[in-house]
């Protein structure tokens, strides 16, 4: 993880009296397990060019988390990608910069329009070339992307979402350094630390000057602070977010599952956003992925349209006894399915440790509760391994799962789910790619960072029928959201129940 901060023109030999670190010096610094070097690879009066240089120890960075003795915590981007994490381990070192305080002989350079090349990267981005281009376009620079080439050896996705990012423009080197440092989580949409007020403190500091202003600015906020709860509060102190582009807004945040946290893993396969941070127990997804838009209320996050069209259809059922959450994630569905009448068993199913240990408060919140018909019970499980006790369950669910999986395991998934499991219903719900189109992403794009794949109705509609047949299932297929013309709905819904023979 890197920036290259380039200046040339007037004064540029200045800058590294701004950045208060001398050009004949390495800047070299090992804390908390974090190597930090600054470099000048060029220091002339007209041009000045300085490569900082962040290295995390991996090992510390899982360090004391709830999952920290589990090998797979070790496999994510967090020791290689610039993020909120790069940031805090270059601030100390930029901190005179960004305060704007180097030594008197030198702030009237502080208010000094350089000719700059900021250059950072390498950057994984859930959000569209055109999207990363607006954020910074706005602001004057000129944007250069660079995409790394995936050469798979199997039929995966031909373009990285890892780039690497070139800004070109006149700006301070206090003001570009803020857009930075406020810019790159809004890009990662990542924070390692825990949330709160203090956030929108940094947002007012760093943005002074230019955000209100910014087309994205909706976007540029929610992003940097996630929960509903803290928006609100910004909105009451600085006055409500309006919505300049809403294309790029939903491009950037359209599924349920939002990124997952530093050492989450691709087997948690939980459907509420496994591991995010939290601040009350609300459901405080920001998610503007709407899936009924109306003049008269507000949106409806697809998430909470999913968890409607489940409940009503569980609801409806004549059996529904003993149900199974597979993924369940942090419980947020199971909670829900507690209240259906009729309901006497729901096993919230989850590979992640951190997640079933929420899904648990959770649940415990709802003991004694009115109207609980049944208190879920959290258990250790995982699609990719048999377990008896999930055999002949009323209802199995499997609500925004599949597409976390890899294609090419499906099959076989699905045939112990509907072969040896042989639940009396089973509901899937996974994303129409189609849909995607109306969210203005490209057309490479999935998502989330964690999906495999994301299929058409019609590739959905086939493999519904394939494993309909080889299990005895009949089968309906419908949609969740918002119907757009040409695109079907946001999400794919497929109901497989058991033939009434085979019940028999």
């Known amino acids: 993880m890197h920036l290259i901060i380039k200046a040339s023109g007037e004064g540029a030999g200045q800058v590294s009296h701004l950045l208060a670190k001398n050009p004949n010096n390495l800047y070299d610094r090992t804390d908390k397990g974090v190597r930090v070097r600054m470099v000048y690879t060029k220091a002339e009066e007209q041009e000045t060019e300085v490569l900082i240089h962040a290295e995390p120890d991996p090992v510390d960075l899982v360090r004391g988390t709830p999952d920290g003795y589990d090998i797979t915590q070790y496999i994510n981007d967090r020791e290689f ?295 879920p019970e959290v258990m250790l499980g995982s699609l990719f391994y048999f377990d008896e006790q999930m055999q002949h369950m009323d209802v199995m669910i499997l609500c925004e799962v599949i597409e976390h999986v890899e294609e090419y395991r499906l099959d076989r998934i699905m045939d112990t789910i509907l072969n040896e499991y042989r639940p009396e219903v089973l509901l899937v719900t996974t994303p129409n790619k189609e849909y995607n189109e109306v969210y203005e992403m490209e057309q490479e794009q999935l998502r989330h960072q964690d999906h495999r794949f994301e299929w058409t109705r019609e590739q959905f509609s086939m493999r519904c029928a394939q494993w309909a047949e080889k299990g005895d299932y009949a089968y309906e297929i419908s949609g969740i959201g918002e119907h757009k013309e040409g695109f079907g709905q946001p999400t794919q819904l497929v109901k497989f129940s058991r033939r009434k023979e085979d019940q028999a």
């Open 81 to 375: 990608v610039t993020s909120s994490l790069f940031c805090s381990y270059i601030r100390s070192a930029l901190g005179t910069a960004l305060n704007g305080k180097p030594k008197e002989d030198y702030t009237q350079w502080v208010d000094h329009v350089f000719e700059l090349e900021l250059t950072f990267g390498p950057v994984a981005s859930d959000l569209p070339d055109r999207v990363v281009e607006e954020l910074f376009s706005a602001l004057g620079y000129d944007v250069a992307m660079e995409r790394g080439e995936s050469a798979y050896s199997f039929d995966l996705k031909n373009r990285s979402t890892v780039r690497h990012i070139t800004l070109r423009g006149k700006q301070t080197i206090q003001q570009a350094l803020r857009q930075l440092f406020l810019l790159i989580p809004v890009l990662d949409n990542y924070k390692h630390y825990f949330i709160s007020e203090d956030e929108i403190d940094k947002i007012i500091r760093y943005g002074e000057g230019w955000l209100d202003t910014h087309p994205l600015k909706e976007l540029i906020v929610r992003r940097t602070l996630h929960f509903a709860e803290l928006i609100r509060t910004y909105e009451r102190k600085h006055g409500a977010l309006t919505v300049e582009d809403a294309g790029a807004i939903q491009a950037g945040m359209t599924d349920g599952n939002r990124e997952r946290p530093l050492n989450s893993k691709s087997e948690t396969l939980g459907h509420d956003g496994a591991g995010e941070d939290k601040v009350s127990d609300t459901d405080t997804d920001t998610d503007t992925d709407t899936g009924a838009l109306s003049s008269d209320t507000a949106p409806v996050r697809l998430n909470e349209l999913r968890y409607r069209a489940i409940t009503d259809i569980v609801a409806s059922l004549p059996n529904k006894r003993r149900i199974v959450d597979m993924g369940a994630g942090e419980g947020k569905l199971s909670a829900r399915l507690a209240y259906i009448p009729g309901v006497e068993m729901i096993a919230a199913v989850e590979p992640s440790g951190q997640s079933r240990l929420r899904a648990k408060e959770r649940f415990a919140r709802l003991q004694d509760r009115a109207g609980v018909k049944a208190v």
